[in-house]
């Protein structure tokens, strides 16, 4: 099957400029996060959906992270304005659901470096 | 607060070496915990899932075990190969009431096998 897939790759950006992730998840699965990780540090949720619907965004900087999954299918995370602080990889992972016994498939990750 | 530590940090070994690496969890109401491998500047590679009701895992030249009353997971390496250098993680699943899965993360222990 399909892994998850993430674009861009690579962004680097300016502080207060605004960036756009993208990332499409495996066929079927229904339950999809984003994680930030910074340099050194294990991935941190930033949000999870189910299907189209937000389940937890509870540590999302809302006021400059934003994130939308379109019809239950693609999503995207937006940063605006972005800081340096912000510079990180954003990894997507999806799961057929968000139950116990299901496992996590990553995305190989988008690494955004804010200058 | 569900805490997931790793030891070491970081490790170096010679080629050829058997070791161990370490994960150890604050909360034992997990439903899963897996272990993943992340190569410099990649995204996320699953290699064993442990299901809570699990002792242990195995696929290939790796071994994992699952200790949920004492919280404690550990991965080993049989014959380590310089292919193996990378980044370890370990992650548990929490269920959370309405939210569904949920999965944190240690910060990882960086191997490096010389040749």
């Known amino acids: 099957e399909a892994g998850v897939a993430q674009s861009p790759r690579y962004k680097i950006i300016e502080k207060r400029q605004s960036v756009a992730f993208w990332c499409n998840p495996i066929?079927?699965?229904?339950?999809l996060y984003w994680y930030q990780q910074i340099l050194g540090q294990g991935p941190k949720l930033l949000i999870q959906?189910?299907?189209?619907?937000?389940?937890?965004d509870s540590q999302l900087p809302k006021d400059r992270f934003s994130a939308e999954r379109l019809k239950g299918v693609d999503s995207t995370l937006k940063i605006q304005p972005a800081k340096l602080e912000d510079s990180a990889v954003y990894l997507c992972?999806?799961?057929?659901?968000?139950?116990?016994?299901?496992?996590?498939?990553f995305g190989s990750g988008t690494r955004l470096t804010v200058v | 607060k569900q805490e997931v530590t790793q030891i070491p940090a970081a490790l170096s070994v010679p080629e050829g070496e058997n070791l161990v690496l370490n994960c150890s969890f604050t909360d034992s109401a997990i439903y899963n915990l897996q272990w993943f491998r992340q190569d410099p500047g990649k995204g996320l590679t699953s290699l064993l899932l442990?299901?809570?009701?699990?002792r242990e895992q195995t696929s290939g030249r790796l071994n994992a075990s699952l200790d949920k009353s004492s919280g404690r997971s550990t991965l080993y390496i049989a014959a380590s190969q310089p292919g193996d250098s990378a980044t370890y993680l370990c992650?548990?699943?929490?269920?959370?009431?309405?939210?569904?899965?949920?999965?944190?993360f240690g910060q990882g222990t960086e191997l490096s096998v010389k040749p």
């Open positions: 992972a999806s799961s057929l659901e968000a139950g116990a016994h299901y496992g996590y498939t």
């Open positions: 066929s079927g699965h229904a339950t």
């Open positions: 442990i299901q809570s009701s699990q």
């Open positions: 959906f189910q299907n189209n619907g937000v389940v937890d």
């Open positions: 992650a548990v699943k929490l269920m959370i009431y309405n939210q569904g899965g949920k999965l944190i």
